[in-house]
T-cell receptor, first 114, second 115 residues
Framework: AQSVTQLGSHVSVSEGALVLLRCNYSSSVPPYLFWYVQYPNQGLQLLLKYTTGATLVKGINGFEAEFKKSETSFHLTKPSAHMSDAAEYFCAVRMDTGRRALTFGSGTRLQVQP | GAGVSQTPSNKVTEKGKYVELRCDPISGHTALYWYRQSLGQGPEFLIYFQGTGAADDSGLPNDRFFAVRPEGSVSTLKIQRTERGDSAVYLC?????????????FGPGTRLTVL
């Protein structure tokens, strides 16, 4: 069975500071990895995804993530936090099998302090 | 263009009642997904359609839950004999094709409250 673990249900950073949101997955087959962001009362929006190729993936709003197979990780980073980054972030995985469903982590709420 | 839309945005019902939740996918998207998000949790998969047929319904919690997509576009999630534990946000997503690399685009969700 596949699973996704997001360490830290709440993360607080100061405006301008580095953002690091952690995601680890368990998989016996090559995964496809996604980060989504959810603003209050809005749907999930894709930030970035890793399918194949380059392991460092750049997304929207200055976010990027690196797929590290040896560590089974896909951590999300942004060099400088902005107030508008405050939201809930979800890591998701889809295995390279017949299933198309995404398996989500439990989410990390990012707070940005002025 | 228009994104995934879901109606109603909020639904309050009483225990034991029947409810229908509607999803309009992005035009031309052939795959459609339903997820359920409980408070403080990530979305959990319910069912997935390729065209008109349910390709994977392994996430449906029990036989009170049923979904249809009769013309390969709009989908309806139906819940019979609702229970308080069914209270959650029900999310719909669509993708252009069935490819594993395709992005799933999510709607804003329907918040279901069972009293």
């Amino acid at each position: 069975a596949q699973s996704v673990t997001q360490l830290g249900s709440h993360v607080s950073v100061s405006e301008g500071a580095l953002v690091l949101l952690r995601c680890n997955y368990s998989s016996s087959v090559p995964p496809y990895l996604f980060w989504y962001v959810q603003y209050p009362n809005q749907g999930l929006q894709l930030l970035l995804k890793y399918t194949t190729g380059a392991t460092l993936v750049k997304g929207i709003n200055g976010f990027e993530a690196e797929f590290k197979k040896s560590e089974t990780s896909f951590h999300l980073t942004k060099p400088s936090a902005h107030m508008s980054d405050a939201a809930e972030y979800f890591c998701a995985v889809r295995m390279d099998t017949g299933r198309r469903a995404l398996t989500f982590g439990s989410g990390t709420r990012l707070q940005v302090q002025p | 263009g228009a994104g995934v839309s879901q109606t109603p945005s909020n639904k309050v019902t009483e225990k034991g009642k029947y409810v229908e939740l509607r999803c309009d996918p992005i035009s031309g998207h052939t795959a459609l997904y339903w997820y359920r998000q409980s408070l403080g949790q990530g979305p959990e998969f319910l069912i997935y359609f390729q065209g008109t047929g349910a390709a994977d319904d392994s996430g449906l919690p029990n036989d009170r839950f049923f979904a249809v997509r009769p013309e390969g576009s709009v989908s309806t999630l139906k819940i019979q004999r609702t229970e308080r534990g069914d209270s959650a946000v029900y999310l719909c997503a669509s993708s252009l094709t069935f490819e594993r690399t395709d992005t799933q685009y999510f709607g804003p969700g329907t918040r279901l409250t069972v009293l």
